[in-house]
């Protein structure tokens, strides 16, 4: 299927089962590598190597595939192409081999947050007031960082306990130099 947005807006309508979630998510997927419905919590092991596929190519993962053509506007309407295929999700192909072109396609990757699914939006509305924090958290795709800042919280605690056992040594280090020096204190000068 191609479709051509021509730099416009577009709605995608139409009955159940037509392929209006499959255009979103071919776009997550084109720009991510992940089809965020077939991820996280409820999903009862879906992946997207084995339910992202069209079913013509769901035992040929790399003809399972999205291209998207775009034009960057902050790159002087720099035209570019990704194509991702299920097989190699991960890495994605970029045209032109450009880094200004290839660092605008990171920097939407690490930004996913355009698609929000229509379970993740109706799981947000009936959360408890109490449960709203950690929804908006995992609409926003801030969950990884919470995870990340987690790590960093226990690196600084170990740090912390780290530094207060390396000053008592410095401390001591410090009181038997004195001693052995028999002297009140030291200076930063040398003599001659």
């Known amino acids: 299927m191609s479709l051509e947005f ?19 998510d071919a776009i997550e997927f084109a720009l991510t590598g992940n089809i965020s419905r077939l991820a996280g919590a409820g999903t009862g092991g879906l992946s997207v190597r084995a339910h992202g596929p069209h079913v013509d190519s769901r035992n040929k993962p790399e003809a399972a595939s999205v291209t998207i053509d775009v034009t960057f506007p902050g790159l002087g309407s720099k035209k570019a192409r990704i194509r991702r295929s ?7 192909e970029i045209t032109p081999a450009d880094k200004n072109v290839t660092a605008a396609f990171e920097s939407i990757g690490l930004h996913p947050e355009f ?16 449960q709203r924090a950690k929804e908006v958290q995992s ?17 600084a605690n170990a740090c ?6 390396l000053e008592r040594a410095e401390k001591d280090a410090i ?16 003599g001659p």
């Open 86 to 92: 299920v097989k190699s999700a991960s890495v994605p």
């Open 115 to 130: 698609v929000l699914s229509h379970r993740e939006l109706i799981r947000y509305v009936l959360s408890k007031p109490g």
């Open 6 to 24: 021509k730099g416009q807006n577009f709605a995608a309508c139409g009955p159940n089962g037509t392929g209006k979630s499959g255009i979103v």
């Open 160 to 165: 912390t306990k780290k530094l207060s056992g």
């Open 175 to 190: 009181t038997n130099l004195l001693a052995a020096l028999d002297t009140a204190q030291l200076t930063g000068e040398v």
């Open 139 to 155: 609409l926003l795709r801030l969950d990884e960082i919470e995870k990340l800042r987690g790590v960093l919280q226990k690196i």
